[in-house]
């Protein structure tokens, strides 16, 4: 298919383009087998996919009970076990107890601070078909690449607002988004934040090592679920459809020299309790294997998009809580982001209990944060590109960072200086 007929802003789709979209959602023989690399995907020995996916694939939630849950919580250290009790039903009982747990893990390892960064999107051309991103290749959304002159003005407007953190994110095309093109993000980055993230297509460590060398510092990747059968349903098209390579993202960065990486299910589309197990197994593993690489990991809900809002598997914040709380206990050190697709008083909540890290003055959108910054609210239609997804916390830095103080905590602006 000529990838020329997928870039376009027109509301919506015809010909051939739509013709083999129905294609791949009826006949599954039409898609690639999502196991399947590519020929310049590159293949890593490592055996905490199999082990991960193993673990995952024995869960049965249900066969753990109270008396599972009290003795994890008893325990000092949690166990592979216990973590699996913790997410089970049988600890929603005990959500008060965990969150006391998670409290005292929080502050011994992390104290009263709360990291601040924001995203900017780079661009929104996408080459894969994930049913329920809004960026997918099918949807008719205006679509934005910034100029380095757009990234730079971008960055100042962000930067005069006191960020000092910044994560870049583009949707999934090599041919919109080059490496290259995202290197000259992060040197431009580095002028004006302290610490630089990428959130972007999985890479080769190669390729890492040359964006760490343009001034990234850490690498997140959501897995989005875990679970094979499900993935394969999910993303019928790109090189976002082969699981074992998105899998072994951060291991890759890592080798290529990535100060930290984060870790991610997006929860709603899989088994959220599987796919959280399976997450935390994946830092965990990691962690041990690569003692010097910083982790963290995020647990968002699905979220409805402008164009679709397909149909997931219902979290409720109470078992959004319980997730978290389950994380802080098995990982004590780990960070812990809470997005802004949760409502700001969950986000309040959560900061100091579980999580370490929030993002404030978040836009979605490509090419609107001088509208949305210096022009009051965006409402999603402002800016050249349209949004990713609809986020529920629109505060900015200030706002954030003064709820925070509020609570007695402290808003950190950056965790690195580099020397």
Same mark, same amino acid.
């Given at each position: 298919m000529d990838e020329t007929l997928f870039f376009t802003d027109a509301p919506t789709l015809g010909g051939p383009a739509l013709e083999h979209k129905h294609r791949l959602e009826r006949d599954p023989s039409a898609r690639s087998d999502c196991m399947a690399y590519l020929p310049d995907m590159e293949r890593i020995d490592s055996p905490v996919r199999d082990q991960v996916l193993a673990? &995952? &694939?024995?869960?049965?939630c249900a066969r753990y009970t109270a008396a599972d849950v009290a003795a994890a919580l008893a325990r000092e250290r949690c166990t592979v076990e216990d973590l699996k009790a913790l997410l089970s039903p049988a600890a929603e009982p005990f959500l008060e107890q965990m969150a006391r747990r998670a409290r005292r893990e929080t502050q011994r390892h992390f104290g009263n601070t709360v990291y601040l960064f924001t995203p900017l999107y780079l661009?929104?051309?996408?080459?894969?078909?994930c049913v329920y991103c809004g960026f997918h290749r099918y949807n008719g959304i205006r679509r934005k690449k910034l100029t380095a002159a757009e990234m730079e003005r971008e960055m100042e407007v962000i930067a005069s607002s006191g960020m000092e953190e910044i994560l870049l994110l583009t949707g999934e095309s090599r041919s919109m988004s080059s490496v290259e093109y995202i290197g000259q993000a992060c040197a431009l980055a580095r002028r004006y934040f302290r610490n630089v993230g990428l959130e972007i297509y999985p890479a080769n460590t190669e390729e890492y090592r040359y964006l760490h060398e343009c001034g990234a510092d850490y690498v997140t990747v959501f897995q989005e679920t875990y679970d094979p059968a499900g993935y394969e349903k999910l993303h019928l098209q790109g090189r976002k459809r082969v699981f074992p390579y998105r899998f072994d993202a951060q291991?890759? &960065? !890592?080798? #290529? #020299?990535?100060?930290?990486? @984060?870790?991610? &299910? !997006?929860l709603g589309l #899989?088994?959220?309790?599987?796919? @959280? !197990? @399976?997450?935390?197994l994946h830092v965990q593993m990691l962690q041990r294997k690569y003692p010097h690489g910083e982790m963290s990991l995020s647990c968002p809900r699905l979220r409805p998009t402008r164009h679709n809002a397909p149909a997931a598997q219902g979290v409720s914040e109470r078992e959004l809580l319980q997730v978290l709380c389950a994380y802080r206990i098995f990982l004590p050190y780990a960070g812990i982001t809470v997005s802004s697709r949760e409502r700001a008083a969950f986000r309040d909540g959560a900061a100091g209990l579980v999580a370490t890290k929030l993002s404030a003055g978040v836009s979605t959108g490509v090419g609107d944060h001088e509208e949305k910054y210096h022009a009051g609210s965006c409402d999603g239609a402002c800016g050249a590109g349209d949004e990713q997804f609809e986020i529920s916390d629109g505060r900015s830095l200030r706002e954030i960072y003064d709820a925070l103080t509020a609570k007695g905590l402290q808003p950190v602006l950056n965790d690195a200086l580099y020397v």
């Open positions: 673990q &995952a &694939a024995s869960y049965d661009a929104n051309y996408c080459e894969n078909y291991e890759r &960065a !890592l080798r #290529g #020299g990535m100060r930290g990486v @984060a870790f991610s &299910a !997006l #899989g088994d959220f309790r599987t796919d @959280a !197990l @399976a997450t935390a």
